[in-house]
């Protein structure tokens, strides 16, 4: 089965990456390299996204097209990147996502 | 020759139903390789059984009789869909059991993908052989309620991959323990029922007890299973001395010790040992062996206060809870050393932490609790006050009533 690993970050998670000097900031984001490493066999494909600051949203109601600067949930947690992997069943899944080395939250999600 | 009492003929349809539908729901959840198909068709058959059994009486063979009916109402389900012919093919011959099964059917139940509302109704239905009319009356919500929940879950156990089969060795304790919190729930919801006219339903705590020992059979190195099943039976061994026959709630300093199972005790404690020689403590262990000294100890006077203490604070250590400081704190009452006493224990509940409190507040045994230690402490409007909140919060009937006598007497 295929399943999107949608990655969420908080803003404390943000907070603690800002915190971080060079060193421990780099070794963070090599943890996260030996993650996509250590999966590269189930996953079919990943994205990190910008900001959510970058984010626009477009709402479509009633023919109008509504726009508005930020994501489409005003909160603390928002999306931060993705990864498809296919697995053959939710514990693989959850086993997948158990070993995530960076923000905390982690939507899994099955694709049709 | 009179006819059994409808209750005995129930409990004893309940029994057998129990004992087949769970593991045939089970055996064709494999051969089927379809879940929601092989609950459905299961479902449809206990709910015939409970029909006619009643009149025709329990067949000698119950596991073929359900599995015949079962097959049945499969073809009038699967054969309108092409995709199911070859899996209804698979029910032609007899189905054989496999001893994983059962429980691979419980780990999909419980899954803790799957919220603790429908991980309950799911088990007693797919596990126990439940029909949703029971559950709802069980439980007092609505039948479509609980059919809601059940129809999502199975989706969501389709769609979502939920697997059938035993977690990995490294998941197993985790897994174990969800399951053993939706047994506990139940059982609970049995053994003092939030709501409802019975003060005892004795189904869920018998449903509870069976699930258990079912699990500790198949999983006999785990030793949280153990703890769970003797705390159950602890309690168990107790259940003819809770109640007068008004079905009045007797406490336990009052209640008589002669009426105890004391061989189940004996043999609960056994199950203690044999998971204390496993060295893994867990909370369902200490909290059984802290219900053994309660069951142990001939009289009220004779309670081994310190060593249930003692055993509290291991259980705060391994699972800090504001139910279990409560408990600790009652323990600490009777204990008789110099750390003991009414007033030592309700210092320790007014040290709690604000957001412990804050839990206990809408908790009735909290206040009726704090009412004993005021009135030990001779501060009768203050205990009256305590007994009041803990009535308002209430709704088991059994401790309305004990509370009122206590408010009325004192």
């Given at each position: 089965m295929k399943y999107v690993l949608l990655f969420v970050e908080t803003e404390e998670f943000a907070r603690e990456l800002e915190a971080m000097d060079e060193a421990a900031r780099e070794a963070?984001?090599?943890?996260?390299?030996?993650?996509?490493?250590?999966?590269?066999?189930?996953?079919?494909?990943?994205?990190?996204?910008?900001?959510?600051?970058?984010?626009?949203?477009?709402?479509?109601?009633?023919?109008?097209?509504?726009?508005?600067?930020?994501?489409?949930?005003?909160?603390?947690?928002?999306?931060?990147?993705?990864?498809?992997?296919e697995v053959a069943d939710l514990d693989e899944a959850l086993a997948v996502a158990r070993t995530w080395p960076a923000c905390p939250i982690i939507e899994i999600r099955p694709l049709t | 020759m009179t006819d059994p009492p409808a209750e005995q003929v129930h409990a004893e349809l309940a029994r057998v139903v129990r004992e087949h539908a769970g593991r045939l729901t089970a055996c064709l959840v494999r051969v089927l390789g379809d879940?929601?198909?092989?609950?459905?068709?299961?479902?449809?058959?206990?709910?015939?059984?409970?029909?006619?059994?009643?009149?025709?009486?329990?067949?000698?063979?119950?596991?073929?009789?359900?599995?015949?009916?079962?097959?049945?109402?499969?073809?009038?389900?699967?054969?309108?869909?092409?995709?199911?012919?070859?899996?209804?093919?698979?029910?032609?011959?007899?189905?054989?059991?496999?001893?994983?099964?059962?429980?691979?059917?419980?780990?999909?139940?419980?899954?803790?993908?799957?919220?603790?509302?429908?991980?309950?109704?799911?088990?007693?239905?797919?596990?126990?052989?439940?029909?949703?009319?029971?559950?709802?009356?069980?439980?007092?919500?609505?039948?479509?309620?609980?059919g809601q929940r059940i129809t999502r879950a199975k989706r969501k156990i389709g769609?979502?991959?939920?697997?059938?089969?035993?977690?990995?060795?490294?998941?197993?304790?985790?897994?174990?323990?969800?399951?053993?919190?939706v047994i506990y729930l139940l059982f609970n919801e049995g053994y003092l029922p939030t709501a409802g006219d019975r003060p005892h339903a004795r189904d869920l705590a018998d449903d509870a007890e069976w699930l258990t020992a079912q699990l500790a059979w198949l999983l006999p190195k785990q030793p949280e299973v153990l703890g769970l099943l003797a705390l159950i039976r602890l309690h168990q061994a107790r259940t003819s001395a809770r109640f007068t026959p008004a079905g009045r709630l007797v406490p336990l300093r009052d209640q008589d010790r002669r009426r105890w199972d004391h061989d189940a005790i004996t043999e609960a404690t056994r199950l203690i040992e044999r998971a204390a020689a496993l060295r893994r403590p867990g909370p369902y262990q200490v909290q059984a062996a802290i219900v053994a000294c309660h069951a142990e100890a001939p009289t009220w006077a004779d309670t081994d206060w310190p060593q249930i203490v003692v055993l509290y604070d291991m259980l705060?250590?391994?699972?800090?809870?504001?139910?279990?400081?409560?408990?600790?704190?009652?323990?600490?009452?009777?204990?008789?050393?110099?750390?003991?006493?009414?007033?030592?224990?309700?210092?320790?509940?007014?040290?709690?932490?604000?957001?412990?409190?804050k839990t206990l507040e809408n908790y009735p045994l909290y206040h009726a609790t704090r009412a004993e230690l005021l009135r030990a402490l001779n501060q009768p409007e203050a205990a009256q006050a305590a007994d009041r909140q803990a009535l308002a919060l209430t709704t088991n009937p059994a401790q309305q009533a004990l509370l009122e006598e206590r408010l009325t007497n004192s």
């Amino acid at each position: 089965m295929k399943y999107v690993l949608l990655f969420v970050e908080t803003e404390e998670f943000a907070r603690e990456l800002e915190a971080m000097d060079e060193a421990a900031r780099e070794a963070a984001f090599e943890a996260v390299g030996r993650w996509f490493a250590e999966h590269a066999a189930v996953i079919t494909h990943h994205a990190h996204l910008r900001p959510a600051e970058t984010a626009t949203t477009m709402r479509l109601t009633g023919g109008d097209a509504l726009v508005t600067d930020g994501p489409f949930v005003e909160g603390k947690e928002v999306v931060s990147g993705y990864a498809e992997i296919e697995v053959a069943d939710l514990d693989e899944a959850l086993a997948v996502a158990r070993t995530w080395p960076a923000c905390p939250i982690i939507e899994i999600r099955p694709l049709t | 020759m009179t006819d059994p009492p409808a209750e005995q003929v129930h409990a004893e349809l309940a029994r057998v139903v129990r004992e087949h539908a769970g593991r045939l729901t089970a055996c064709l959840v494999r051969v089927l390789g379809d879940f929601a198909a092989a609950e459905d068709v299961v479902q449809d058959a206990v709910e015939t059984a409970l029909r006619r059994w009643p009149d025709d009486g329990v067949p000698d063979h119950p596991d073929a009789w359900l599995l015949t009916v079962a097959r049945r109402r499969g073809l009038d389900v699967l054969r309108r869909q092409e995709l199911y012919r070859d899996k209804l093919a698979r029910m032609r011959g007899p189905v054989p059991s496999e001893p994983d099964d059962r429980l691979k059917l419980i780990f999909t139940c419980c899954h803790p993908a799957l919220p603790r509302a429908a991980q309950i109704a799911l088990t007693l239905r797919a596990v126990c052989g439940l029909t949703t009319a029971q559950i709802a009356a069980a439980f007092l919500v609505p039948e479509p309620t609980v059919g809601q929940r059940i129809t999502r879950a199975k989706r969501k156990i389709g769609e979502a991959g939920i697997p059938y089969r035993v977690p990995a060795d490294a998941d197993l304790p985790d897994r174990v323990n969800q399951v053993l919190a939706v047994i506990y729930l139940l059982f609970n919801e049995g053994y003092l029922p939030t709501a409802g006219d019975r003060p005892h339903a004795r189904d869920l705590a018998d449903d509870a007890e069976w699930l258990t020992a079912q699990l500790a059979w198949l999983l006999p190195k785990q030793p949280e299973v153990l703890g769970l099943l003797a705390l159950i039976r602890l309690h168990q061994a107790r259940t003819s001395a809770r109640f007068t026959p008004a079905g009045r709630l007797v406490p336990l300093r009052d209640q008589d010790r002669r009426r105890w199972d004391h061989d189940a005790i004996t043999e609960a404690t056994r199950l203690i040992e044999r998971a204390a020689a496993l060295r893994r403590p867990g909370p369902y262990q200490v909290q059984a062996a802290i219900v053994a000294c309660h069951a142990e100890a001939p009289t009220w006077a004779d309670t081994d206060w310190p060593q249930i203490v003692v055993l509290y604070d291991m259980l705060l250590a391994l699972s800090p809870s504001p139910v279990h400081r409560l408990q600790r704190a009652i323990a600490l009452h009777h204990h008789p050393g110099t750390r003991g006493g009414p007033r030592n224990a309700l210092a320790d509940l007014d040290a709690l932490t604000p957001a412990d409190r804050k839990t206990l507040e809408n908790y009735p045994l909290y206040h009726a609790t704090r009412a004993e230690l005021l009135r030990a402490l001779n501060q009768p409007e203050a205990a009256q006050a305590a007994d009041r909140q803990a009535l308002a919060l209430t709704t088991n009937p059994a401790q309305q009533a004990l509370l009122e006598e206590r408010l009325t007497n004192s």
